[in-house]
């Protein structure tokens, strides 16, 4: 996985309107990342917008695929992010409605995720 310079820029400028993005590098990919949430992701210069059971189906009625990786022992892996619809790169409108699902999407996931468990203290002998 690889992400070009040119077509990070070119997806930070069609989210622009969205409010500020980040885009972190990691894992030879790249999360894009609004208000502090992680709805899209860039692989090998393709934009995946993140996705629950619900609008999966919009991604797979038009042909657009789970992002899939390989995990250990040549297992292949998908996460709940969808290639981005080719004709919404020529639409900026009509990506941005889709990406501010995505980002809708991924502020829920967050807010419904459990607290991370405290450690109890340990017993003294």
């Not at 899209?40 to 996705?51: Q, R, T």
């Not at 990786?69 to 941005?96: C, F, K, Q, W």
Request: glycine fraction near 6%; aromatic fraction near 10%; hydrophobic fraction near 40%.
């Amino acid at each position: 996985m690889s992400v070009s310079t040119e077509f990070e820029s070119f997806v930070q400028d069609l989210l622009e309107p969205m409010g500020p993005i980040a885009i972190r590098h990691m894992f030879g990919g790249a999360g894009v990342y609004c208000r502090g949430a992680m709805f899209a992701l860039i692989a090998d210069d393709v934009l995946y917008l993140k996705a629950d059971p619900d609008s999966s189906d919009s991604f797979e009625a038009l042909g657009c695929e789970p992002f899939r990786y390989e995990a250990g022992n040549g297992r292949v892996a998908s996460m709940s992010y969808y290639e981005t619809p080719p004709h919404l790169l020529d639409d900026p409108s009509e990506l941005i409605d889709w990406a501010q699902q995505s980002l809708e999407i991924a502020l829920q996931a967050r807010m419904t995720r459990s607290e991370p468990r405290r450690r109890r203290p340990a017993l003294r002998r």
